[in-house]
């Protein structure tokens, strides 16, 4: 009964790892200069009409470059949109 727990858990971490691989290589910045560079960006807008939307985008991004072969980064993404309405804004498309 243990073999097969084992060879149940080896499975199920094989296959975990297998869909939640993520493109770390693609997110990577183009800077090589050492030090710590950080990067914010804020957009808001408001649209009004028939109902009013409001908008509101966010990016931090942190980058450190070692004097070595050491590097690392940080992205953080906030997007959302409020519409004064009665209706589900979940629902609906541009």
């Known amino acids: 009964m243990k073999i097969f727990r084992n ?3 080896i499975i199920f ?15 990577r910045g183009d800077n090589q200069l050492s ?7 804020i957009d808001l807008a408001y649209i009004s009409g028939n109902t ?3 908008n509101l985008n966010g990016l931090y991004r942190a980058d450190y470059v070692a004097k070595s072969d050491w590097s690392g980064f940080f992205i953080w993404k ?10 589900d804004f979940s629902y609906k498309g541009f």
């Open 7 to 9: 060879i149940y858990t």
């Open 52 to 54: 009013e939307l409001f």
């Open 78 to 87: 906030y997007d959302r949109a409020f519409e004064k309405s009665s209706e």
């Open 13 to 27: 971490i094989c296959l975990s790892t297998a869909t939640s691989q993520v493109n770390t290589e693609a997110l």
């Open 35 to 41: 030090g710590i560079q950080h990067n914010v960006e």
